[in-house]
């Protein structure tokens, strides 16, 4: 009688400790979904790939909405700069499930909306898309870069990311 006892006792600690070892999860249909709003492809070393509405070969990013539903800009950041989040605030222009938008990285917003106030390094740098709250929507950190040649995910919105011929405002080849 004793030993049952002491056996029950036994295992009604194991499953104590045993529930106490477990991290805390919140459960799987709690989480919320990542906002599939991606920084896809870009261009630090543009010559001859593409030109802006003047005319000039700047740097550039192509954002692609992988969600279901449209994704209007205004309510992030994009940024070259993890430290500055907010560094240049998206227009009110809306992407199309499942498409495309460029940026413009010439540091110079006279040129029309979508040009954003900071320029592309071609040695590598950091490139972030961030919510009005500081979240992160997606980062990348580069390395060197070549001339007319992109770096982007494949396929589209992809975790993978390799060197391309320049697909802008298209699917990622
Ligand atoms: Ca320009
Ligand atoms: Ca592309």
């Not at 056996?7 to 799987?28: G, Q």
């Not at 906002?35 to 509405?53: G, Q, R, V």
């Not at 000039?56 to 070259?80: A, K, M």
């Amino acid at each position: 009688m004793r030993f049952k006892i002491q056996l029950v006792f036994v295992l009604i600690m194991t499953i104590f400790i045993h529930s106490c070892d477990k991290p805390t999860e919140p459960p799987k249909y709690n989480q919320p979904q990542k906002l599939k709003l991606y920084i896809n492809e870009f261009m630090a070393s543009n010559k001859t790939t593409i030109a802006d509405e003047k005319g000039q070969y700047d740097d550039w990013v192509e954002l692609y909405n992988g969600e279901d539903t449209t994704i209007n800009l205004n309510q992030f950041y994009l940024t070259d700069d993890f430290l500055k989040k907010n560094k240049w605030r998206m227009p009110s222009i809306s992407i199309q499930p499942k498409r495309w938008i460029l940026v413009w990285c010439d540091e110079d917003s006279s040129q029309g909306l979508l040009h954003a106030n900071f320029k592309l390094s071609a040695a590598g740098e950091q490139l972030g898309i961030f919510s009005e709250d500081g979240k992160v929507i997606d980062t990348i950190t580069y390395g060197p870069q070549k001339t007319d040649t992109s770096y982007g995910r494949f396929p589209d919105g992809a975790e993978f990311w390799k060197f391309m011929i320049p697909t802008p405002n298209n699917t990622n080849k």
